[in-house]
């Protein structure tokens, strides 16, 4: 049976009379804050803790005051309501006066869409308004993971967004598995990002995309500025996790498959973040809720204790929660094992280790490249993966990264002749930085970045390449710069515009190898780690 679904509409008489009801606090309601949803990569703002109180929702409703105390006296700054709020229901004031003696503040509430109606819309605002709330984030919606349905809730949305706007409060919405699902090539995630908005949060829910096999922290480099509160929780996926480490793995914050570190620094660095809402829905180990959650706490407080004190991860290693998804070094910082040279058996010795870098010895020139050096190939070769690494340039630097490389050297004499290339480059002191679709970042000479986001020479710039069933993304220094579908009929004009339509067979490669630039310039790489994606 065809699903149908009911436009929901939030204009109207309706709402005038809504406006109208909230009388005086209209004109005096703040406008939301801009920082956080007009620029790109945000300051480094620290995010307050707080808990979803749904994680508790028995002790919520046997002792509201007494559970509220407690959290409070756990160490979290913040609770996001539910729905209950004990004797308070009717009493706004009543129950922000409480949250004043207990210190916390409300993070945010999730609401359900239907709430904000026009007949509820005033009395709704009304009351969260008067607690101290200003993100109301929708929990979910039956539409969220239909073809036809998605882009009516993004409709919905983006309404209420403009909406909620003159009352200083901001609308949301909050994802389960579902949205991590396949729709236009990309998720339904994406879809509701995409169709509405800038300042519609996102919450994400953590412990939901990675169940459903996705990285969380490609969606927050995805859309800065737009995770303004997060869901910090453990759900452990379906498929076994890797034992490799000897570790078992709980639904607790820090005893988990998630890599918290990873993604507390893109809430921070990228995102936007103003709160982390702890969320407990699995109680391991006989733990009670309560218990569940503070030591979710502790393990987030100790996440963030490393961060602050400024302690790096160590090069060229995999933390037991990368081991566990799958990822797998191809640099271990003291050999070139499981390298090659384009078209050879062997690597050759311009390519030097030092420090656990990989380094590019030029100091003796064969053309435009270097003497013992050219082009390196992975010995393995790549469909469907996550590429991470980091690379650093002296000045006035050229080099690049390679996707998809045939390695037939008598077709193609250069792996540049047959892969696909994230430029590698000094923007500022090389002539391609002059050159459209030549410069850092760019898919080079074929879809230019979004941004500049390259960092001066000298200083180490942080690559995430993903290509995931012919959708491409790159993203440098936690910034979204290239997004494209490879192998359709569009990207086969693409191809025929470029440099490379003369070149026979460049960009239908759907297996391959990954490739490192020798252009005669002075490189380094480190941390270069990959992830198959072929199972997700």
Known sequence: MKKTFRKISYLGAGMLLSFSLLG????????????????????NQVPQLSVQLWSVKDDVSKDFEGTLKKIAAMGFQGVEFAGNFGLYKDDAPGLKRFLDKTGLKVSGAHVAIAQLNPDNFAKVVKFYQDIGCNKLIVPSDSRAGDPVGVKLLAQDLSALSKQLKPFGMQIGFHNHSVEMNAYEGKTYWDAIAQNTPHDVILQQDVGWTSYAGKDPVLFVKRYPGRTLTTHYKSKLPLKPLSQES???YTTIIGQDNIDWDALYQANVQVG???WIVVEQEEYPNGLSPMQSVEQSLRGLQAVIAVRKAGTSRPLNALTPSEQANGWKLLFDGKSTQGWHAYGKSSIGSAWKIYQGELQLDVSKKDGWQTSGGGD???????????LQLEWKLQKNGNSGIFLYVNEDAKQYPYAWNTGLEMQVLDNDGHADGKIFKHRAGDLYDLIAATQAAALAPGQWNLVDIVSDHGELNFYLNGRHIVNTRLWTDDWKALVKQSKFGSMPGFGETKKGRIGLQDHGDAVSFRNIKIRSLSLN
């Not at 004109?27 to 920082?35: C, H």
């Not at 390196?376 to 996550?386: G, M």
């Open 24 to 43: 005086p606090s209209l004109a005096q309601a703040k406008q939301v804050s801009q920082s956080a949803t007009q620029s790109g990569i945000q300051s």
């Open 246 to 248: 000897g570790k078992s």
């Open 272 to 274: 936007g973040t103003e």
């Open 376 to 386: 390196i190939v992975t010995d393995e070769q790549f469909d469907n993966f996550h």
